[in-house]
């Protein structure tokens, strides 16, 4: 971001959304990919299949706001916590985490007292993502 | 004036429908049932004569845990298995590679070499059921195991009944689980095709579905003509190979998905038995009936399934259900209400059976053959529906065929846009889920959900290295190297496979083999 617009605030949301695991079920993935993008953020999307450590590296090349992981596979509480290890070892504890995908009320929670801000499961509309999105990094 | 109605496929609906609207030659379009073009249904008799099979999909945890899950299902009713498999098996890793990490028996069962295969089924006599195996990328080593597994249990390889779904085209498509380029996989299903036609008469190699590209969102109208579309691209490849098409196209079967829209569903299931064995007559020449026969097996839509008032989801798939009998299924699968939480619990799955078990026996549905047919709406919709998948048809061949448009993102993006698309009429409440945008509850009561042990990655682990330890070391390279020749020199890789797996290689050993020789895939991901 130029100066300008970080002074300004004007700098567009940037969110990474990732795909960490072995599972190809993205049709979630892109649909909050691409209505994050018409509510005017600039959204990367990692394609599938990746590890903890390209999401990292992509989140950190690509200096985002927020990183949104997709997960159907059940392997949530083995990928969420290797992805937000990382991010701290990278000293991106900034960065706004959440996750969307098949993930149990009871494994949520975990997540969330992992440092996981959100978690959106089946049924989420997308309307409700792009304000969480606003406003967990202050621009409600 | 009243807004105008159309199926989710963007097709109009009038108010009323009368007999101008149906085509002018019935003889021609609609027939008899049993008789071409099958319209009607590919037997005479249909369910009066044998009832669909019930083949609900079960897999989890190891494949112990998983065979008495399947000993359950049997001693309930259920006529054939279907077995689900978890990633790293999908994908062709072994239990102890870094890549299963956490990942392992999560959504289906774990199979890392022939000893897990022998175990998943013992005491199933495989001369006696029908086994459906849901693997795509690594089907040849699977069905390699398989066969193994007769082998042992002392069950000629002619006397084998089952299917392996094997539809790579959908993986690129849709469901995005691969392991090598799309050319040496078309190359590794010829093979088992040519192999099965030999010694394994009576397995379907290849089970072409529209499930998954259902699922990962597209209109019914985009599943009918992609899984087609498909279809003829095998029957293409399969022909190049110098395979008559009357020796295979028998033994191809179909995969598709019963969603909410009641109508449009049994007008799509119509409309694919006819576009088939027209094509398959007038273009490919076949002459056996049973080549211009689709047989297909149906799965209600787990994309239609809500996490929330998660009991509504038995009252959705039973319609769905419905829809796929009347749409004249081979084989059902019926969702468990619980799906869009976990894998199902046995009691959930229970229910789901009795789904079927209902339509079966009690709502009389099942004593005349397609009972829908001649109906104005019924018929008229089945023609658009084929008009529609062969106006894709057309788009497809311009493009330069299947292969070209999974290359340049087309069937990607036509599904991401469908999928979109139907997210927004939900949003806006133009489209309404019950429990979802209408009718919610404040106060959401929970369901119990199966928890699968964590105990199971770690004893899979161990599982695999045992073997690695027991076995001949010398005869498992032995094997290996003759699979990496017939990966090279072209020839039929399913001998040198079927002897890898009886020396106990294991499934991630034979993929890397083959991977050295094919590379990988990595798709341009659109959205």
């Known amino acids: 971001m130029t100066e300008a617009e970080e002074r300004e605030g004007t700098r567009p949301i940037r969110v990474l959304i990732g795909k960490p695991g072995l599972d190809g079920h993205d049709r979630g993935a892109k649909v909050v990919a691409r209505a994050l993008r018409d509510a005017g953020m ?31 596979s059940g392997a949530h509480l083995t990928l969420v916590p290797a992805v937000l290890d990382l991010l701290h070892a990278q000293n991106m504890d900034d960065v706004v985490m959440v996750v969307g995908g098949i993930i149990p009320e009871e494994d949520a929670e975990e997540l969330r007292k992992l440092g996981v801000k959100a978690v959106f499961g089946p049924g989420t509309e997308t309307d409700d993502i792009v304000r969480f999105t606003r406003a967990s990094v202050g621009r409600a | 004036m009243a807004k105008e109605r159309r199926t989710p496929s963007g097709l109009e609906v009038k108010p009323v429908y009368r007999a101008e609207d149906v085509s002018a030659d019935p003889v021609r379009d609609i027939g008899e049932p049993g008789q071409y073009p099958y319209t009607r249904g590919i037997h005479p008799g249909m369910y009066r004569d044998r009832l669909w099979t019930m083949r609900q999909f079960a897999g989890f945890g190891t494949a112990k845990e998983t065979n008495e899950r399947f000993h359950y299902l049997l001693r309930q009713g259920q006529t054939g298995l279907s077995t689900a498999f978890d990633m790293p098996t999908l994908m062709g890793y072994d239990s102890d590679d870094s890549r ?245 619990t046995e009691k959930a799955v229970t229910i789901a059976l009795r789904t079927q078990q209902v339509l079966a026996h009690e709502i009389d549905v099942t004593d005349t053959v397609d009972p829908l047919a001649g109906s104005y709406f019924i018929e008229n919709l089945t023609d658009r529906m084929e008009a529609a998948a062969e106006d894709y048809f057309r788009r497809i061949d311009e493009i330069g065929g299947v292969l070209r448009g999974i290359e340049i993102g087309f069937f990607q993006r036509e599904i991401a846009d469908a999928a979109y698309r139907y997210q927004q009429e939900i949003d806006h409440k133009e489209r309404l889920i019950v429990g979802v945008n209408a009718f919610v509850e404040e106060q959401e009561e929970r369901i119990p959900i199966l928890k699968i042990d964590p105990t199971v990655e770690r004893s899979q682990r161990d599982a695999v290295q045992a073997v690695r330890q027991e076995r001949e070391q010398a005869a498992v390279e032995a094997a290996l190297e003759g699979v990496r020749e017939a990966a090279l020199s072209g020839r039929n890789l399913m001998p040198p496979i079927l002897d890898a797996v009886r020396a106990y290689a294991t499934e991630g050993e034979i993929v890397r083999t083959m991977r050295a020789v094919f590379g990988s895939y990595r798709e341009a991901a659109v959205f």
Request: with cysteine.
């Open chain 2, 100 to 344: 299963s990490l956490g990942e392992v028996g999560r959504e289906g069962v774990a199979i890392d070499s022939l000893r897990d295969m022998e175990r998943l089924f013992q005491g199933i006599p495989l001369g006696e059921v029908s086994t459906s195996m849901t693997i795509n990328g690594p089907a040849i080593i699977l069905f390699a195991m398989y066969l193994a597994v007769a082998e042992k249990q002392g069950v000629p390889w002619a006397k084998v009944r089952g299917t392996l779904q094997a539809d790579i085209l959908k993986e690129y498509i849709a469901q995005k689980e691969w392991i090598f380029p799309p050319e040496p996989s078309m190359r590794l299903i010829v093979d088992m095709m040519e192999f099965a036609a030999k010694e394994v008469p009576q397995w379907n190699t290849i089970s072409i579905s529209g499930y998954h590209i259902r699922e990962a969102g597209s209109t019914a109208v985009q599943e009918l003509a992609f899984t087609l579309a498909d279809g003829f691209a095998y029957v293409e490849a399969a022909m190049a190979r110098g395979m008559d098409v009357d020796e295979f196209a028998p033994r191809l079967s179909f995969f598709f998905n019963s969603h909410l829209s009641f109508f449009e569903e049994i007008a799509k299931f119509r409309a694919a038995r006819r576009i088939w064995a027209r094509r398959m007559r007038e273009r490919y020449g076949a002459k056996n009936p049973r080549s211009l026969m689709m047989r297909f097996h149906t799965q209600t839509a787990g994309c239609s399934l809500t996490a929330q008032q998660p009991e509504v989801n038995i009252i959705r798939t039973a319609y769905e259900a419905l829809a796929g009998v009347l749409g004249g299924t081979q084989s059902l699968h019926t969702n468990s209400m619980d799906e869009v939480l976990s894998l199902p």
């Open chain 1, 42 to 72: 600039e959204v990367i999307y990692t394609g599938l299949h990746q590890t903890p450590e390209e999401i990292v590296e992509a989140a950190l090349q690509e200096d985002v706001d927020v990183v949104g992981l997709s997960i159907l």
